[in-house]
Nanobody
Framework: QVQFVESGGGLVQPGGSLRLSCVAS????????MAWYRQAPGQQRELVAS???????NYADSVKGRFTISRDNTKNTLYLEMNSLRPEDTAVYYC????????????WGQGTQVTVSS
């Protein structure tokens, strides 16, 4: 089974920045669209940003202009550069393939906690 290992989270003040990384096991990485998701306390997991195998990128409206997704297929690694962080960005962040139904996906890593607070 494919495994995802996320890292880079932490505590940051509003307006600060963080860079998340996700290393994926297996040989599939370069052929699939990949995505970052997040889940805040008491909320459903939501799509934050996605990047296709050819580089097509999409963002949730709430993060447009502040977050940048990228991938390095040679390292099986997905990145999320987060700038101008807000308290409402506080959540556990996960990476995975871009899936049609987030709620039905069962294979998740441990995620990385991002807390934006003064």
């Amino acid at each position: 089974q494919v495994q995802f290992v996320e890292s880079g989270g932490g505590l940051v003040q509003p307006g600060g920045s963080l860079r998340l990384s996700c290393v994926a096991s297996g040989s599939f990485f370069n052929i699939y669209p990949m995505a970052w998701y997040r889940q805040a306390p008491g909320q459903q997991r939501e799509l934050v940003a996605s990047i296709g195998s050819g580089g097509t990128i999409n963002y949730a409206d709430s993060v447009k202009g502040r977050f940048t997704i990228s991938r390095d297929n040679t390292k099986n690694t997905l990145y999320l550069e987060m700038n101008s962080l807000r308290p409402e960005d506080t959540a556990v962040y996960y990476c995975n393939r871009k899936v049609a139904n987030v709620g039905r996906e069962k294979n998740w890593g441990q995620g990385t906690q991002v807390t934006v607070s003064s």
